[in-house]
């Protein structure tokens, strides 16, 4: 995975963010999800790396980019200082405009991206993700089966000691066959760190605290997303299953939005990449205004 690909380390306003990059053409940038690294989109990045130059980050609060500081409010682990430090990133490798594609807690700083960088994000894709308000208004006794870590990544400690007491045993579904041995042993190393541990959570907590109220500033604003944006969810996780069409939501929130979903479970990247390089290839060169 990655070849050809160049890993360093930024400094930005907020901290240090490890990125990976390489290939050649317009600007990609991807951020992964929960518990991922930026090592989870190695596949896709070997199958974009010749039509795009793709930047690969570990997103703040996981990996090894910087984890941002403590606050009642959790306000520096809101998805709209996020989203700043990696626009920073990307205007330090000496790209003022760029596409950028998240999954799961990375779609979250990829839209809030959009929203409040409109000069620098010229496309959007969001992947098994919604904004944080829609999640928050729809939750029922469904979500709550199957999100219930949202709620319980909010509690202040216990999340923390409970996932790094024995971090293999919470991440239990992790797979080295699935992830790529590179991948697998990289997610290894930085979940046995309890300061990323809290990072981690810290983005949920975010979520509940503040990213909502950003959400609904800009909703009762008026204010969308006015790139072009595709939406995408994994046919075989619970996205569609809970909230019904994503796209039909995602019309709230954009001016310009299609989507369909993917034969894969939650991690489309590792499970079918090819599909989702496809289709990220095809949004980002195909359709009119790449």
Known sequence: MFEGFELSEIDTRAGKIRVRSGGRGAPLLLLHGHPRTH???????DVLAP??????????????????????????????????????????LGYSRFHVAGHDRGSLTAFRMA??????????????GLPVLEHLERADWKFANAWYHWFFYAQ??????AISANPMAWYEKLSADLMGAEAYNDLLDVIQDPNVIHGMVEDYRAG???????????????????CPML?????????RKIYGDPVEIWRNWATDVT?????????????????????????FIDRAGS
């Open 231 to 239: 939406c995408l969810w994994s046919e075989r996780d619970d996205l």
């Open 208 to 226: 509940l605290r503040v990213d909502h109220i950003h959400d609904k500033q800009d909703r009762d604003a008026g204010r969308k997303v006015c």
């Open 51 to 92: 039509s795009f130059t793709v930047v690969c980050p570990d997103v703040p609060g996981f990996g090894r980019s910087y984890v941002p500081p403590d606050t009642p409010d959790s306000i520096h682990s809101s998805k709209r200082e996020k989203a700043a430090a990696l626009v920073h990133l990307m205007a330090r």
């Open 39 to 45: 090592m989870t989109w190695g596949k896709v990045a």
């Open 115 to 128: 929203m409040d960088h409109p000069a620098a994000v010229t496309k959007l894709v969001t992947v098994d």
């Open 259 to 283: 989507g369909f979903g993917i034969d894969s479970g939650h991690h489309v990247a590792e499970e079918n990449p090819r599909d989702l390089a496809n289709a990220l290839h095809s949004f």
């Open 156 to 161: 202040p400690d216990k999340p923390e000691r």
